[in-house]
T-cell receptor
Framework: ETGVTQSPTHLIKTRGQQVTLRCSSQ?????VSWYQQALGQGPQFIFQ???????GRGNFPPRFSGLQFPNYSSELNVNALELDDSALYLC?????????????FGPGTRLTVL | AQSVAQPEDQVNVAEGNPLTVKCTYS??????LFWYVQYPNRGLQFLLK??????LVKGSYGFEAEFNKSQTSFHLKKPSALVSDSALYFC?????????????FGAGTRLTVKP
């Protein structure tokens, strides 16, 4: 086990709704990254938070936003859900912001948008 | 921007035989390369990484990978496959430059080990 937890495990929403996904990083890990993994594809980088500030973003629209808290937890918020947002959402924590660090992944949240 | 290709969607091997899962990359500068494995309905588990140094990297569960700069490859290998190795394998690359941890994944290779 990586020590990274995510909640909920599964979630069903309808188009246009908003959703919040949660992640708890390993203790002491000050960097968290979020990824979207569509069915049959590799994970795609959404954004990264380092010491509670966004520190890089992939090719995702502003309706994807996040927060990181001092207690090593973080959130991914998605507004105005679209059908294509259906995916497995993964968070990953690293001990520092160094690029050589290994990212340790949580089990993911499966989001279904109807 | 960095990218990764996993040319095989599926690899089938018999238990006890050696296995290879292929990965090629494209990045400016020296890459940071990673292999992860994903079991059904689970997150990604780290297997090994290459940052610098010896081109042959040894990782978890008997896996190893060889970094080949001239061929821009980082193939995953195991001398003797187990049925329990059956899973989805992802290669990933990070550029050593930039200001974030953007890691680019390949599309994945499904490994099936038959008894």
């Amino acid at each position: 086990e990586t020590g990274v937890t995510q909640s909920p495990t599964h979630l069903i929403k309808t188009r246009g709704q908003q959703v919040t996904l949660r992640c708890s990083s390993q203790s002491g890990h000050n960097t968290v990254s979020w990824y979207q993994q569509a069915l049959g594809q590799g994970p795609q980088f959404i954004f990264q938070y380092y010491r509670e500030e966004e520190n890089g973003r992939g090719n995702f629209p502003p309706r994807f936003s996040g927060l990181q808290f001092p207690n090593y937890s973080s959130e991914l918020n998605v507004n105005a859900l679209e059908l294509d947002d259906s995916a497995l959402y993964l968070c990953a924590s690293t001990p520092t912001g160094r690029r050589a660090d290994t990212q340790y992944f949580g089990p993911g949240t499966r989001l279904t948008v109807l | 921007a960095q990218s990764v290709a996993q040319p095989e969607d599926q690899v089938n091997v018999a238990e006890g035989n050696p296995l290879t899962v292929k990965c090629t990359y494209s990045v400016s500068g020296n890459p940071y390369l990673f292999w992860y494995v994903q079991y059904p309905n689970r997150g990604l588990q780290f297997l090994l990484k290459y940052i610098t140094g010896d081109n042959l990297v040894k990782g978890s569960y008997g896996f190893e990978a060889e970094f080949n700069k001239s061929q821009t490859s980082f193939h995953l290998k195991k001398p003797s496959a187990l049925v329990s190795d059956s899973a989805l394998y992802f290669c990933a690359v990070k550029s050593p430059r930039g200001n974030n941890n953007d890691m680019r994944f390949g599309a994945g290779t499904r490994l099936t080990v038959k008894p």
